[in-house]
């Protein structure tokens, strides 16, 4: 059964740093794509980042510079570093396979 | 970056009626590879999003037949047929052609 789990999530500090992980199972990381995904209270849905099985990486211009997408294929993890966080970078962060499957999100909350 | 149009933003509907959704994307969304990644995604409220269809007509696992979809190129519909209680929520459409990859406003159906 594939499945991915966040973790990582919290209450920061504008301009602090934060760093969120995706476990994921039923697959493995070196032979797909992964993307986060974040949804800000009662928005719409907002792509971030994308890692590719070339480890290739792309970011959304909004995060660029600021945040950095890895995987770790001992571990089955993907990560996503986030930096200089901003207040409208609150947001609930999905952890996405292709479009397919969906984890249940880590909720980052930028506040002073 | 590739602009996604959704109509209607809301939909009232009928228990038992159709409804219906319509995407537009502001470029073809054929890929060079031939392909058109075009995906389908429902939110209940509280809940992650889930995928209905994805590279423009495939179904995933689990969903139901009412549910159907057609378009190429640019313009995407998806139809349910019969509207069940449970189909409430946001429908969002999603491309993954183009990098950055985008997202329609949603659209909130609701039962009348």
């Known amino acids: 059964e594939v499945q991915l789990v966040e973790s990582g999530g919290g209450l920061i500090q504008p301009g602090g740093s934060l760093r969120l992980s995706c476990a994921v199972s039923g697959f493995t990381v070196s032979n797909n794509w992964i993307m986060w995904v974040r949804q800000a209270p009662g928005k719409g849905l907002e792509w971030v980042s994308v890692?590719?099985?070339?480890?290739?990486?792309y970011y959304a211009d909004s995060v660029k510079g600021r945040f950095t997408i890895s995987s770790d294929k001992s571990k089955n993890t993907v990560s996503l570093q986030m930096n200089s966080l901003r207040v409208e970078d609150t947001a609930l962060y999905y952890c996405?396979?292709?479009?397919?499957?969906w984890g249940q999100g880590t909720l980052v909350t930028v506040s002073p | 970056d590739t602009v996604m149009t959704q109509t209607p933003l809301s939909s009232p509907v009928t228990l038992g009626q159709p409804a219906s959704i319509s995407c537009r994307s502001s470029?073809?969304?054929?890929?060079?590879?031939?392909?058109?990644?075009l995906s389908w995604l429902h939110q209940r409220p509280g809940q992650p999003p889930r995928v209905l269809f994805y590279m423009t007509s495939e179904r995933f696992s689990g969903v139901p037949d009412r549910f159907s979809v057609s378009g190429a190129g640019t313009d995407f519909t998806l139809k349910i047929s019969r509207v069940e209680a449970e189909d409430v929520g946001v429908y969002y459409c999603m491309q993954l052609s183009y990098l950055p990859y985008t997202f329609g406003q949603g659209t909130n159906l609701e039962i009348k």
């Open positions: 470029q073809s969304l054929v890929h060079r590879d031939g392909n058109t990644y």
């Open positions: 996405v396979r292709g479009s397919e499957y």
């Open positions: 890692i590719y099985s070339d480890d290739s990486k």
